[in-house]
């Protein structure tokens, strides 16, 4: 089992930053692959960034640029730092533990945490 807790969503304005935790328990951090979704209201969970183990990062094309995803083995912590923040990026976060790599999709994930509000108003 793993247990993972998100913090750090808030209320910000467009153009403003936040900065997600997601703080892991339960398995060794250090050897799965994490990644964020978030899901606006009435749309499906959306892939938003993965880093693998080793570090290697992945971005959907919308945030590529503004978000950056990173990890603190040490902390058993992943982070999800977000930049020139938008209205459409309102949305509750995610992280999750990847069931294998890191793949966009919602099935490919074991563990999730219970999600973190962001409001970005314009």
């Known amino acids: 089992q793993v247990q993972l807790v998100e913090s750090g969503g808030g209320l910000v304005q467009a153009g403003g930053s936040l900065r997600l935790s997601c703080a892991a328990s339960?398995?060794?951090?250090?050897?799965?692959?994490m990644c964020w979704f978030r899901q606006a209201p009435g749309k499906e969970r959306e892939f938003q960034a993965g880093?693998?183990?080793?570090?290697?990062?992945y971005y959907a094309d919308s945030v590529k640029g503004r978000f950056t995803i990173s990890r603190d083995n040490a902390k058993n912590t992943v982070y999800l730092q977000m930049n020139s923040l938008k209205p459409e990026d309102t949305a509750v976060y995610y992280c999750?533990?990847?069931?294998?790599?890191?793949?966009?999709?919602?099935?490919?994930?074991?563990?999730w945490g219970q999600g973190t509000q962001v409001t970005v108003s314009s």
């Open positions: 880093i693998s183990w080793t570090g290697i990062t």
């Open positions: 999750a533990v990847a069931r294998g790599s890191v793949v966009a999709a919602v099935k490919g994930y074991d563990y």
């Open positions: 339960g398995r060794t951090f250090g050897t799965v692959n």
